[in-house]
């Protein structure tokens, strides 16, 4: 029907993979983003990575593991 909304999704150019989010949140307004094709499998690999420094940063500030 004309007067309903689109059915189905939009094409995505891109995905930000969660390990870098902080880090796209952070660029200036106007700098330049890069993307890099990765599989699923080196996504999770990196947020893995990511969540190991979080983790072993906050038991150095005497935070501990969560």
Do not use: C, N
Not at 5 to 23: E, F, N, W
Not at 25 to 31: D, E, I, K, L
């Amino acid at each position: 029907m004309p007067d309903g909304p689109t059915v189905g999704g939009y094409a995505k150019p891109a995905v930000v993979i969660s390990a870098d989010i902080a880090r796209l949140a952070q660029r200036p307004a106007g700098a330049a983003v890069r993307f890099a094709l990765i599989d699923v499998a080196e996504a999770q690999t990196v947020t893995r990575r990511a969540e190991g420094k979080v983790r072993e940063l906050s038991r150095w500030l005497g935070g501990g593991a969560r």
